[in-house]
């Protein structure tokens, strides 16, 4: 089998992709744990315009504490309540 090599670039492209087939699966009953990156992801926007405007709206889903004892978490949200939260507000990422 032969080897692929991918430019840094190209990699996170591939990586992004498989990671959308995988978000696109997501129903509003799922109960996994979504980070920033995947949500970016979801509103096939740039994180920084995830972390900056649209976690900060106050109809979006609250984060969910994975280790209450940890002084930085990374901000998780649950998926269903995102996916029901992009359903309601779909006309925004249109």
Do not use: C, H
């Not at 959308?20 to 992801?41: C, G, H, Y």
């Amino acid at each position: 089998m032969e080897n692929l090599s991918f430019s840094q670039k190209g990699e996170k492209e591939a990586l992004n992709s498989i990671r959308m087939m995988a978000l696109a699966n997501l129903t509003e009953d799922s109960v996994l744990l979504l980070t920033v990156e995947d949500v970016a992801i979801m509103a096939q926007r740039d994180r920084s315009v995830i972390d900056k405007k649209i976690v900060k709206l106050p109809s979006f889903p609250k984060p969910v504490s994975i280790d209450p004892n940890n002084p930085n978490p990374r901000p998780r949200y649950v998926a269903g309540e995102v996916v029901r939260w992009f359903r309601a507000n779909s006309k925004r990422f249109k």
